[in-house]
């Protein structure tokens, strides 16, 4: 079904204000279509599917911490692992029925996440750390943040709403210094450039650099996204300390990673485009359950 404004005038005569009158939307005469509300277009529009990418290694303690809380509206979680020597993907399908479990053998959550865009479905990729440090329930504010016209969903500890519980000094003193090096020879405003929680359109992925291995990944993503003229927005989070295990990062080899990233974007000796998934051609998926 659908009427002009010249309708909805007759409808209600006397019972628009003037002010509205005037409205250059009145004036052009616009037809407006009526949308079928259904399930899925409850506010007249298509709710975008969301799949959340999670790498994995070594975390099967953290997994009851982290599946459980992921919200009942995510469409897709796909795991990504591969080295881990634990019970992590043996949990992960025993915790949360469904899930899709991408093998990539190479080292580095940057490889497990290309792996895991390769594979993802979803109109909406959503990357989160296994480890317990952020909550899932913060998926929504990145998903609103696209949905209000965003290309890129950047997480930052740095703002207002956000912060960290899980940053030595040294640290955070590192990725201060890297984030303005990366304002300085790259441009942008990011507050945190160094922060695995993001999200992204999955149509964008061709605009993204995701062509590196190690925790460099993050940085590639917003820089590339910068450099690809994306509307990139900043969406505060919380990280929480690590629950169990280790943490994988190793602040100086892995600074000097980012350090190297941020030139080599800054440069535009980076391409943005991934062959294909995993790019070593190392990944598989385990048949469902
Ligand atoms: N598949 C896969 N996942 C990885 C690899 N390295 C790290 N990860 C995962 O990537 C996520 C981030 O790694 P962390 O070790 O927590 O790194 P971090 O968050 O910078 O360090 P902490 O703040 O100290 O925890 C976690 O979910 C890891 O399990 C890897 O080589 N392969
Ligand atoms: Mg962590």
């Not at 259904?38 to 506010?43: E, F, K, N, T, V």
């Not at 020597?85 to 043996?90: A, G, L, M």
């Not at 696209?146 to 956000?162: E, I, N, P, Y």
Request: with cysteine.
């Amino acid at each position: 079904m659908s009427f002009t404004t010249d309708d909805a005038l007759a409808e209600k005569p006397g019972q628009l204000s003037p002010g509205w009158k005037d409205e250059t939307a009145l004036s052009q005469n616009r037809t407006w279509t009526a949308v079928k509300p259904d399930a899925s277009c409850s506010a007249g529009f298509e709710l975008p599917s969301v799949s959340v990418v999670i790498p994995t290694l070594n975390e099967a303690k953290n997994l009851p911490l982290l599946l459980p809380r992921i919200p009942k509206w995510i469409d897709e979680v796909i795991i990504v692992d591969g080295r881990s020597t634990d019970e992590t993907v043996d949990v992960a399908r025993a915790l949360y029925p469904g899930v899709r479990i991408v093998l990539e053998k190479r080292r580095g959550k940057g490889a497990a996440l290309a792996a895991g865009f390769g594979a993802a479905t979803g109109d909406i990729i959503v990357t989160i750390d296994a480890d317990g440090s952020m909550d899932p329930n913060e998926i929504l504010r990145f998903v609103a943040a696209l949905m209000s016209g965003c290309d890129f969903a950047k997480g930052t500890r740095f703002v207002q709403g956000g912060g960290t519980a899980d940053m030595s000094l040294f640290r955070m003193l590192g990725n201060w210094s890297l984030m303005h090096v990366g304002r300085v020879l790259c441009g942008g405003e990011f507050s945190d450039l160094c922060y695995g929680y993001n999200a992204f359109w999955r149509r964008n992925l061709p605009d993204l650099d995701y062509n590196c291995d190690g925790f460099e990944i993050e940085t590639s993503l917003c820089l590339s996204a910068l450099r690809s003229g994306l509307k990139i927005c900043e969406v505060p989070s919380f990280e929480a300390p690590r629950n169990f295990g280790q943490s994988n990062l190793k602040a100086i080899p892995d600074g000097i990673r980012v350090m190297r990233m941020i030139v080599m974007q800054s440069l535009g000796l980076r391409d943005r485009k991934r062959g294909h998934a995993g790019g070593g051609g190392s990944v598989a998926e385990l048949p469902g359950e």
